[in-house]
């Protein structure tokens, strides 16, 4: 055994062979991989092999789109027979929101390059004959798909790895990892020590017996998944005799399972409610090609379902039912990147579908790893978009749910409940009783919208297709009512949502914004530290707040946040809630050895209140004796007031582009806050107003967010941040590269476009929508919404620089329906910011 590495990598499946592969790949020949006993010997080994490219994620649909290529290309590379099959994976359609789905699906589809075709029922019967079609309305199909051998993918990759110089140690335990105070990990096994760089866990099923090595409370436990495979039926042996092509995967989502042929016969594979999470910490020192005993009542519904729409999958006996281990996370992707806390650790885990994940899982590690950065934005796959309160008992509800929900209906404004409310403000009960509708963010309760006293849906308009992966709505309230239901389209709160927007423009509103990522940047070499950091100029004077943004080294954008000088040597940090851990991992990774800086994440202590709207200033007025005046308190300003009997430091500046304050104040004090806010505020008409009404004003006002607009993929320049970057003001992180880029030309633009056409039966642009000119893929779309304010529906978009102008014509595709749209100045409400600045 070596004494030393550049990496260790912990886990011989397909995930840790593969990420071993790639760093040897990329050209670290001094990397090794240690597994506990035999490769695949965890959860690979069993695993259906299936390749599904269909994924919602813009980040999991790059990684399963590389795999599958790399697949294609190994037994050329190694000689190693990978046991491939392009058979195509077929997605069956029985309702309209499964159709919606589909086509939203197929727009992500086409922006990243994955092939897909549409069927009839009819052209779905002449490739897969055995199958009813019988209450279909269609299907979608994966030409470039279908499944492998994961153990020969494996053995691939440790030959293509082992050729490259890697190692692989077989039958070598871990028994510990240290880190020393010069960085070095040392990995200790029961055969000696490896010291090294870097250390990349992808230990499967004990993950978080890896994890609890280092001090980190991984957010993986498994789940057991169940499949069958039957005796051969004679049909498909007939099929194969004569040399006709194996049917595709099959997948009847709104039965919620997977289906294809195995050796003759039929495999299928259900996901259903009530599976268990197994292993919850760890398996036990001797597992090695574990397996459960089988469920099938659990199933009865799938094999039901299976039953009528392949008739031949009931007319052979069961073979073998499978009962194994998939490692799952709170959200169903994996972790893919840097662990929080400890530099130089590395997680590869959480894999549900590992082996479609595993070749470009690993690729993006090794990309990460080795030049610093992945080349696509993983914000989706990022360790850090758990934080600390995802442990043992939250992870068991959630993963369980997400499980359950494979194939659920993803719709966009889908809020699953499981493990809620978790973390909640003082003020929640106040806004519940005032209708509010809460989702959810890094665990917080937040309100979306806010529905009138005593409204709730009818069983009519709630009615949904006999399927059953049905569910489509909301929670009911304490009263039993349902006040949302989910659509890809336009649906019920849409005219609710308007009402808050309209208040907030003509009135004043009131929002909780407390689940805002929080943190004081202090210190004598705060200035200097931040200035190399952010490529804004930091705010000179006390009481001055300013936008910056944290590039890489490359000049994409990692990070936003904003920036309040509270006194000198001492900054005040805010940045989206959803990116606490992220950012703040990032920011504490950066600090200084010699201790000139210090950081104090206070994102607990201090809630957020927004108050927004023309009526703004008479409702605080009268709730403080500061000079409330343009003159003495300007737009990007804040100070310390009173407001009624508390304190806050109020601070000129909102996301939806009116006169207005955020109080960030002692969370203690929300409820008086609060309270003082709503009183002095009735005869204004002041109401509160929830995430939506706040996303479709923000639109409007053409704002960027992590990770749509911006992202690690597009510099700075391309996402149209030039006010907000200063390259003379010095070095900074990004600098060289974003002046590079600027010189050579950028490849892409920033654009805002009018959606023209867009009736209530139809969809705003939500983002990854398709772009065209003249019939040609010119870009995607990153978010959209009606803008209520301008009478518009809208959206922002990524496009090449050639179709960027003002007034150009394009085309996007929303639902697989095209629409005219045109570029439009950006900000197309108060594009001059006179009512910011009123």
């Known amino acids: 055994m070596k004494s030393h590495a550049r990496a260790v990598i912990i886990g011989g499946g397909v995930v840790g062979v593969s990420t071993l592969y790639h760093l040897a790949k990329k050209g670290w020949s001094e990397v090794v991989l240690i597994e506990r006993k035999e490769l695949t010997s965890g959860s690979t080994w069993h695993a259906a092999g299936l390749l599904p490219l269909f994924n919602l994620s813009y980040s999991v649909g790059q990684i399963h789109k590389y795999s599958v290529k790399?697949?294609?290309?190994?037994?050329?590379?190694?000689?190693?027979?990978?046991?491939?099959?392009?058979?195509?994976?077929?997605?069956?359609?029985?309702?309209?929101?499964?159709?919606?789905?589909?086509?939203?699906?197929?727009?992500?589809?086409?922006?990243?390059?994955?092939?897909?075709?549409?069927?009839?029922?009819?052209?779905?019967?002449?490739?897969?004959?055995?199958?009813?079609?019988g209450g279909l309305l269609g299907a979608i199909q994966h030409p470039d798909d279908g499944y492998i051998q994961p153990a020969d993918l494996t053995q691939a990759l440790a030959k293509g790895a082992r050729a490259r110089g890697a190692e692989i140690y077989r039958n070598t335990v871990v028994t510990g990892i240290d880190q020393k105070p010069i960085g070095e990990w040392v990995v200790k096994t029961d055969k000696g020590e490896i010291a090294c760089e870097h250390v990349i866990s992808c230990s499967g099923n004990f993950a978080r017996k890896t994890g609890a090595m280092v001090g980190l409370d991984i957010p993986v436990i498994p789940v057991e998944h169940q499949y069958i495979?039957?005796?051969?039926?004679?049909?498909?042996?007939?099929?194969?005799?004569?040399?006709?092509p194996e049917m595709g995967v099959l997948r009847e989502?709104?039965?919620?399972?997977?289906?294809r042929e195995e050796n003759g016969g039929l495999l299928l594979g259900p996901y259903e409610h009530g599976a268990p999470c197994c292993y919850m910490d760890g398996p036990s020192d001797a597992s090695e090609y574990e397996l459960f005993q089988e469920d099938l009542d659990r199933l009865a519904p799938h094999i039901e379902t299976a039953i009528t729409r392949v008739p031949a999958f009931g007319e052979v006996?069961?073979?073998?039912?499978?009962?194994?281990?998939?490692?799952?996370?709170?959200?169903?992707?994996?972790?893919?990147?840097?662990a929080w806390d400890k530099k130089n650790f590395w997680l590869n885990e959480g894999h549900?579908?590992?082996?479609?994940?595993?070749?470009?899982?690993?690729?993006?590690?090794?990309?990460?790893?080795?030049?610093?950065?992945?080349?696509?934005?993983?914000?989706?796959?990022?360790?850090?978009?758990?934080?600390?309160?995802?442990?043992?008992?939250?992870?068991?509800?959630?993963?369980?749910?997400?499980y359950a929900n494979v194939f659920t209906p993803h719709y966009p404004d889908e809020e699953r409940v499981a493990a809620r409310p978790l973390k909640r403000t003082p003020c929640y009960e106040r806004m519940k009783d005032l209708g509010a509708v809460f989702g959810s963010v890094y665990g917080w309760e937040r309100p979306g919208w806010f529905a009138p006293k005593g409204y709730g849906l009818s069983k009519k308009e709630l009615a949904s297709p006999d399927v059953l992966t049905s569910h489509n709505h909301a929670a009911p309230d304490a009263d039993g009512k349902i006040k949302e239901k989910w659509s890809f389209r336009r649906s019920n709160y849409f005219k609710f949502i308007g009402e808050e927007c309209r208040n907030v423009m003509e009135n004043v509103a009131l929002q909780d914004m407390s689940a805002f990522a929080k943190c004081?940047?202090?210190?004598?070499?705060?200035?200097?530290?931040?200035?190399?950091?952010?490529?804004?100029?930091?705010?000179?004077?006390?009481?001055?707040?300013?936008?910056?943004?944290?590039?890489?080294?490359?000049?994409?954008?990692?990070?936003?946040?904003?920036?309040?000088?509270?006194?000198?040597?001492r900054y005040y940090l805010v940045s989206a809630g959803a990116f606490e851990r992220h950012d703040h991992d990032y920011l504490r990774k950066a600090l200084p050895g010699d201790g000139s800086v210090q950081m104090q994440a206070v994102t607990t202590q201090l809630g957020v209140l927004v108050l927004a709207g023309p009526n703004s200033r008479k409702v605080l007025q009268k709730l403080t004796d500061a000079d409330l005046s343009n003159a003495a308190f300007p737009w990007l300003s804040g100070k310390q007031i009173s407001v009624g009997t508390t304190t806050a430091w109020a601070?000129?500046?909102?996301?939806?582009?009116?006169?207005?304050?955020?109080?960030?104040?002692?969370?203690?004090?929300?409820?008086?806050?609060?309270?003082?806010?709503?009183?002095?505020?009735?005869?204004?008409?002041?109401?509160?107003?929830?995430?939506?009404?706040?996303?479709?004003?923000?639109?409007?006002?053409?704002?960027?967010?992590?990770?749509?607009?911006?992202?690690?993929?597009?510099?700075?320049?391309?996402?149209?941040?030039?006010?907000?970057v200063h390259p003379n003001k010095g070095q900074f992180v990004g600098r060289d590269a974003l002046v590079a880029g600027r010189e050579k030309g950028i490849n892409w633009n920033f654009v805002t476009l009018e959606v023209h056409g867009v009736t209530d039966k139809d969809s705003d642009a939500r983002g990854s929508e398709p772009i065209y000119a003249k019939g040609k893929l010119v870009g995607r779309a990153t978010n959209g919404a009606y803008g209520w304010r301008v009478g518009k529906s809208l959206a922002l978009a990524m496009v090449k620089p050639e179709h960027a102008a003002i007034g150009t014509e394009l085309e996007i595709k929303i639902l697989g329906q095209m629409f005219e749209a045109t570029v439009i100045p950006e900000s197309p409400y108060d594009p001059d910011n006179k009512a910011l600045r009123a």
């Open 317 to 338: 006996g069961i073979k073998k039912v499978y009962n194994g281990a998939i490692a799952y996370t709170p959200d169903g992707s994996p972790i893919i990147g840097p």
């Open 352 to 402: 549900s579908f590992g082996v479609t994940a595993a070749g470009g899982a690993g690729w993006q590690l090794a990309e990460w790893i080795v030049d610093g950065e992945p080349t696509i934005d993983m914000m989706g796959v990022d360790p850090r978009r758990f934080g600390p309160y995802a442990t043992r008992g939250y992870l068991k509800t959630k993963n369980e749910e997400a």
């Open 229 to 244: 495979v039957t005796e051969p039926h004679p049909l498909i042996k007939e099929r194969q005799a004569k040399g006709l």
């Open 70 to 133: 790399l697949y294609g290309e190994l037994e050329s590379e190694t000689g190693q027979n990978v046991g491939f099959k392009t058979c195509s994976n077929i997605r069956l359609a029985r309702t309209k929101d499964r159709w919606d789905e589909f086509m939203y699906y197929a727009g992500v589809a086409e922006t990243i390059g994955v092939k897909v075709n549409m069927l009839t029922p009819a052209q779905l019967k002449e490739v897969w004959p055995l199958c009813e079609t």
């Open 651 to 724: 601070k000129r500046v909102n996301f939806v582009g009116e006169l207005g304050w955020e109080f960030h104040h002692p969370i203690e004090q929300q409820v008086a806050l609060f309270d003082h806010l709503m009183e002095a505020g009735k005869e204004f008409g002041i109401k509160p107003y929830g995430i939506k009404a706040m996303s479709s004003l923000s639109v409007e006002k053409s704002y960027r967010l992590i990770p749509r607009e911006l992202s690690i993929e597009y510099s700075a320049y391309e996402s149209g941040l030039d006010r907000f």
């Open 520 to 569: 004081f940047i202090t210190g004598p070499g705060a200035e200097a530290w931040l200035d190399g950091l952010l490529a804004n100029k930091l705010p000179k004077k006390v009481g001055r707040l300013a936008l910056c943004h944290m590039l890489t080294p490359r000049g994409g954008v990692r990070a936003e946040f904003t920036v309040f000088k509270v006194a000198e040597g």
């Open 253 to 259: 989502a709104d039965s919620s399972w997977y289906m």
